[in-house]
């Protein structure tokens, strides 16, 4: 019985015309363009600059702004005005003032201001903007007064070189940390959503109703609108991987199949979501958008675009009842810090539970009569 009931499905499958498409286009949509648009890394920030000294000191000031990569001069003007008014017009992001007698008040007090005025209508661009800006600058300080010192042959203060090392993503790509989250995105709107729209597009036809009445076991039932999507689930995350290295160059530091055994138990958890959310809806419009509302809510509290302890304590306990927080930190974990089953054994067993729990609510819900 159960062999026919996953011939129909799989026929039901192979019928479809679009499935088959989204298959091929979906991983190359999201996994070769989406980590370029949620991209947090501030770059390319427009600056106004009001030069009002016109020395040694400031030109060389704002050879090193320029040359840091992080700004672009759009904007050069001796009025403040006019460059506000840029800002205004959202051609500069960040307007810097260079004040009169700057390399004098530097050469001879070693002390001297700058202004900074900053578009903080997006506040974290505004942050990062004023502290790239403030870390600049204080470099250009610290290189003249050491060139004075060495000048003087005698060190005015102790000088000491911080030399970073960044482990597990050397090059600081903010894609190579969306991909694995952007990744199990993937994975979940397949698995979550099309086997919850498939029961309910039935309940809409009627066709639910034929099966009800059979004597097949509901389990059964349930498991063969399941397998399908699962073999479509793992063909995508298959086809990702590839896109992830075409476009990126980025493959798994830990391994595929320690990620395909993480996948597998979160198939099962979120595929119990959708399935539970349809022994609920009656119509299609329905299952979307409570699943819809489900997803939402997991993403945001999964950590897949601000770190988890950025939250409130409270919403932080919260997360944890998201099974896209435990996939995505083992997924980041695996594929950038090459971590073991061991290292990622509580996120394995967290995911269990939930594929537990919400296939049991799934087949418990699941009424053949109404």
């Known amino acids: 019985m159960f062999t026919y009931l996953l011939e129909k499905e799989f026929k039901q ?54 040359s840091s990569g992080y700004f672009r001069l759009t904007e050069k003007t001796a009025n403040y005005s006019e460059a506000l008014h840029a ?25 001297a201001e700058v202004q900074i005025a900053v578009n903080s209508v997006n506040g974290m661009r ?12 204080t470099d250009f300080s610290a290189e003249i007064l ?46 979550g959503f099309l086997p919850a729209l498939n029961i309910v597009g039935e309940k809409e036809d009627g066709t639910i109703e034929q099966m009800n009445v059979t004597p097949v076991n509901k389990f059964e039932l349930i498991l063969s609108k399941l397998i399908p999507y699962w073999i479509v689930g793992f063909v995508v995350l298959t086809i990702s991987f590839f896109v992830a290295w075409l476009f ?18 979160f198939v099962l958890a979120f595929s119990g979501i959708g399935l539970a959310i349809s022994n609920y809806a009656s119509t299609i419009q329905q299952g979307m958008f409570i699943m819809f509302f489900f997803v939402i809510t997991f993403v945001f509290l999964s950590g897949l675009y601000t770190p988890v302890t950025s939250m409130p304590q409270w919403l932080q306990t919260v997360s944890l009842f998201s099974p896209l927080r435990f996939m995505i930190e083992a997924l980041r974990g695996i594929f950038l810090k090459g971590c073991t089953f061991s290292d990622l054994s509580g ?3 967290a995911l269990c539970a939930f594929a537990v729990f919400f296939n049991s609510w799934a087949v418990i819900s699941y009424r053949k009569s109404s």
């Not at 959202?90 to 002390?111: A, G, R, Y």
């Not at 000491?160 to 990744?183: D, G, Q, W």
Request: charged share 15%.
């Open 13 to 66: 499958l192979l019928r479809n015309k679009f499935l088959p498409r989204v298959v091929v286009i979906l991983p190359f949509a999201m996994v070769g363009f989406f980590p370029m648009v949620a991209n947090f890394d501030i770059k390319d920030i427009n600056l106004a600059l009001i030069d009002q000294d016109h020395s040694s000191y400031s030109k060389r000031l704002t050879g090193k702004l320029v």
């Open 248 to 265: 990126y160059g980025m493959v798994s530091a830990g391994g595929y199949l320690l990620v395909y055994l993480f996948a597998t138990v």
């Open 87 to 111: 800002v205004d017009q959202n051609e500069s992001d960040v307007v810097f003032v260079i004040p009169p007698d700057f390399e004098k008040d530097l050469v001879n007090t070693q002390h």
């Open 347 to 349: 996120h394995f067993w």
């Open 146 to 191: 050491t060139t004075k010192a060495q000048g003087a042959s005698q060190l005015t203060a102790a000088t000491c070189e911080v030399v970073p090392r960044y482990h597990f993503n050397t090059h600081l790509k903010y894609s190579y940390t969306m991909i694995p989250a952007i990744l199990m995105m993937a994975l979940a709107m397949l698995t």
């Open 126 to 137: 505004g942050g990062l903007s004023s502290s790239y800006l403030m870390s600049l600058v």
